[in-house]
């Protein structure tokens, strides 16, 4: 059997130069007070339909920022920072803010929180129903929380070997939780008539827990109990096809009793499956393709195989302004590449188990002393395990270095086994500290203020006229893109609706 080092030895220095990666980041439009702004998603942004690089997530209230997917690190944070910069030019009139953290500002009622409107189209109309339904199964509050999306692909690469590269990041994905989970508090807002084990941060207006790293990605956040009872195998691509074609095709009486529209006419969800569409399926890492025109995300899978992954579990960075570094990134070129060369058995259902515990023993505890994790059935602290991987990324680390004729590479690793050492260094130890000595310990300030500091830094960056009417343009020909798929529309919703969730289109 072939080692990891002979492994990397296989691929050429121009192949590791094609590694490509792209961001899509979610964040909140909130009020300088910090409560949630009820606004709409602002014209001058353009459409959240068919703008490439602007768009809105669940809510109204939640841009999403996209770039393309770049070939090197540098680049894709560059346009990042350029879209950034376009939205607070675009909403600094307003004096409304990105909210910096994943956990949400002040939220309002539940059934207050606006779902994002994309239109009259079917298409459009489609997403808008979706998200009533997301509502109605989950709360809307679940769905303000934001993150970001890390898409990465490697030249080569196949699909057997892109759910090699997901069992191992499953298997893994603590040391991730570890070093850059940055949720360890929230608003009580936020669960507001819910059961919780969160504690009180004393004389204070915020819940936490002492050593969680990211309560975005424990029980309080994208969890679901209808989505636990799917133990979704990742051995490979008809195995994960076949798991999410049931999901999508059975009816789940928890989602019939919500029924599909409600008397008045109103739909309250796209189907009564335990899934609606695709996209519904929540986990830390997705395998990704490009879809066509109508084209379903399974059908697109299935067809033409994995284009690329999708790393899902990131904490926005509240210290930054655009919410992830540049030696963040390396960090995960490295963390992904050495998930895909080392050795990766198929998954069981008692590791798929094993790994759903660790999850959640790594977010809401990961910063514990002396707390220790089960790796096949025996238990190892998690900083031991932890230090062990990313010993093992060294070569890997060098080898991007000398692709890229930096030593970038290396010096991210670098930081992140020192910090495996130094708890107290992690960004959700960080915002602890802060919640608690600068800000009363009041999560909304803590935010706030974040926030604030990240618009102010974006607004004080060179901006050139033609930056402003290159995304003015873009906002232009995005509204323009809109009313075409409108016009173009010949079918009722409710045919469309049936034709596009036709188990046929999931083949």
């Not at 090699?164 to 893994?172: D, E, K, T, V």
């Not at 802060?434 to 901006?463: M, T, Y």
């Not at 995005?478 to 999931?506: C, H, N």
Request: aromatic share 8%.
């Amino acid at each position: 059997m072939s080692t990891l080092q002979d492994r990397l030895a296989a691929y050429p220095a121009d192949a590791l130069r094609g590694m490509r990666c792209g961001i899509e980041k979610e964040g909140l439009r909130a009020l300088p007070s910090g409560g949630l702004a009820l606004t709409p998603h602002p014209l001058a942004l353009g459409s959240a339909l068919t703008h490439p690089l602007i768009t809105t997530d669940y809510s109204e209230s939640q841009l999403e920022l996209i770039t393309g997917a770049h070939r090197g690190v540098q680049q894709c944070l560059d346009e990042l920072t350029e879209v950034h910069q376009f939205v607070h030019h675009t909403l600094k009139d307003s004096g409304e803010l990105l909210w910096a953290s994943s956990m949400p500002c002040g939220l309002p009622t539940d059934e207050t929180i606006p779902l994002a409107r994309y239109g009259s189209s079917n298409i459009g109309r489609a997403k808008s129903v979706y998200r009533m339904g997301l509502g109605h199964r989950y709360g809307r509050r679940m769905q303000t929380i934001s993150g970001i999306h890390y898409n990465w692909s490697l030249p080569g690469v196949d699909s057997g070997q892109y759910f090699a590269l997901i069992r191992n990041f499953r298997r893994h994905a603590f040391v991730l939780l570890y070093l850059f989970g940055a949720s360890p508090a929230l608003c009580p807002c936020f669960v507001q008539g819910r059961e919780h084990r969160l504690q009180q941060m004393a004389g204070g207006n915020a819940l936490y827990l002492p050593h969680a790293t990211s309560l975005r990605m424990g029980r309080l956040g994208y969890q679901s109990e209808a989505q636990a009872r799917l133990a979704v195998s990742y051995n490979g691509l008809q195995g994960y096809a076949d798991s999410l074609h049931e999901a999508l095709t059975q009816p789940y009486p928890a989602y019939e009793s919500v029924g599909l529209r409600n008397p008045g006419g109103d739909y309250n969800q796209l189907g009564t499956s335990l899934l609606q569409i695709e996209n519904e399926f929540y986990g830390s890492i997705r395998p990704k393709r490009s879809v066509r025109t109508g084209e379903r995300p399974l059908h697109a899978l299935r067809e033409r195989g994995v284009e690329y992954v999708e790393v899902r579990l990131m904490d926005l960075d509240p210290f930054v302004p655009v919410g992830i570094t540049a030696a963040t990134m390396r960090l995960l070129d490295v963390f992904l590449l050495h998930c895909l060369l080392s050795d990766s058995p198929p998954d069981t259902p008692e590791e798929i188990a094993e790994l759903q515990h660790n999850q959640q023993l790594a977010a809401e505890r990961g910063r514990e002393p002396g707390l220790r994790l089960q790796r096949n059935g025996h238990s190892l602290p998690l900083t031991d395990w932890g230090a062990e991987l990313l010993a093992a990324c060294a070569p890997l680390a060098a080898a991007l270095d000398a692709s890229h004729g930096s030593d970038d590479y290396g010096a991210a690793l670098h930081a992140a086994r020192a910090l495996m050492t130094a708890p107290a260094s992690t960004p959700s130890a960080r915002v602890l500290d802060a919640i608690e000595r600068r800000h009363g310990c009041n999560f909304e300030d803590f935010a706030r203020r974040q926030s604030i500091a990240a618009r102010d830094l974006l607004l004080a960056l060179p901006w050139s006229a033609g930056q402003q009417a290159r995304y003015l343009a873009l906002a232009d020909e995005s509204v323009a893109a809109q009313k075409a798929i409108e016009a173009a529309d010949t079918l009722p919703f409710e045919a469309w609706r049936e034709q596009y969730m036709a188990v046929a289109g999931l083949g």
